[in-house]
């Protein structure tokens, strides 16, 4: 968070900032994933998007499903059903990407994420907040931040910096940033 100027009234006082930016750690997007209920903090996400063209990229892991153009920045595309380990599913009504920034190697990253439905906002405190467990859930533990408890349920928070490593964040970087071919380009190759 960058640092605050004041300016007359206009800028709230620093514990009200510092209540909000508190707030926001306490929030998460939750959405659905192969029927199981997932969470994410806001702070990590810069929008959501509908599905649409997405362009596969040769030699990219198969969690990738490829790049999309947004505003005019290419923005890779993780498929979350394959990086925990299940099977693609296909394009539904209420699929959609969730634009998460995360840290790489170079910095900040605007990478999307395929979801099948976004849920809604949910406030979370962290004394709702259990750790990762042990064994039991389907996907790895090291992407589970912990399971927060709502209503008479769980729901699984994930780690944002461990769903893509290091070394996967280093490759996604090293992805061409010019316009993504698209099927039937001018060179007559599809993708």
Known sequence: MGALVYKGNTTP????????????QQ???TFMLGGEVY??????IKEIIEYGQVTAVPMMPAFIRGVINLRGRVVPVVDLSVRF?????A??????????EVEGGTGRQEIGVVVDAVNEVLEISPEEIEPAPAFGTRIRTDFIQGMGKIDEGFVIILNVGHVLAEDELAMLEQMPMGEPKREGDANGETT
Request: glycine fraction near 8%.
């Open 39 to 44: 969470a994410i903090g806001i702070l990590h």
């Open 13 to 24: 006082p620093l514990a009200v900032e510092i209540q909000r930016t508190a707030l926001e």
């Open 27 to 29: 929030q998460y997007l």
């Open 85 to 89: 380990g299940r099977t693609a599913k």
């Open 91 to 100: 394009v539904g009504r209420r699929t959609c990407i969730v634009i998460l």
